[in-house]
Antibody, heavy 117, light 111 residues
């Protein structure tokens, strides 16, 4: 069965970077895009960007341009999302999701990133 | 920037029908597919409608989606409401640059 398993919760200081991983199983990792979405506590979903695991091509939301980097390691079927220059407003649950065509069909369990001094 | 606007909350009684709207800010909402996600507290979202009106396997046919080009909006309709339908619902589409966009979410209360 398709699974996306994310890395554990992180606590970071303002100005630091965080790298969240998303390990895929149950399908061919390079066949579908991976998107990243975040959700602050009590808030809505916010799209961050996409990555094609086959080519490594990426596309980011304007809000995160210059601060976010999405990469992958195809040998271990794992996608990564790194966010730099963290601030308190970046405290949120970060999700990876598989996107076969237009919609997010499988989601990771989420990774809580807390930014606090 | 392209935005999707949803009502903050809706409520209805069990067994009734409720419709949640999602209005596009510019352009034609019909230009890109609209999806709907259900999110229960503490859980990741799940898809209830994709490509405007398609239901993933396992989603009951009580859930349906539609597009109204005249009002530049999409709608999620849930009929025969059950208490288990109580959740947050988000519409999602893409802007002209193929960047993802989510609506602000609608809290459905079944009382």
């Amino acid at each position: 069965q398709v699974q996306l398993v994310q890395s554990g919760a992180e606590v970071k200081k303002p100005g630091a970077s965080v790298k969240v991983s998303c390990k895929a199983s149950g399908y061919t990792f390079t066949s579908y895009d991976i998107n990243w979405v975040r959700q602050a506590t009590g808030q809505g979903l916010e799209w961050m960007g996409w990555m094609n695991p086959n080519s490594g091509n990426t596309g980011y939301a304007q809000k995160f341009q210059g601060r976010v980097t999405m990469t992958r390691n195809t040998s271990i079927s794992t996608a990564y999302m790194e966010l730099s220059s963290l601030r308190s407003e970046d405290t949120a649950v970060y999700y990876c999701a598989r996107v076969p065509h237009h919609y997010f069909d499988y989601w990771g369990q989420g990774t809580l990133v807390t930014v606090s001094s | 920037n392209f935005m999707l606007t949803q009502p903050h909350s809706v409520s209805e009684s069990p067994g009734k029908t409720v419709t949640i709207s999602c209005t596009g800010s510019s352009g034609s909402i019909a230009s890109n597919y609209v999806q709907w996600y259900q999110q229960r507290p503490g859980s990741a979202p799940t898809t209830v409608i994709y490509e405007d009106n398609q239901r993933p396997s396992g989603v009951p046919d009580r859930f349906s989606g539609s597009i109204d080009s005249s009002s530049n909006s999409a709608s999620l309709t849930i009929s025969g409401l059950k208490t288990e339908d109580e959740a947050d619902y988000y519409c999602q589409s893409y802007d002209s640059s193929k960047r993802g966009v989510f609506g602000g979410g609608t809290k459905l209360t079944v009382l």
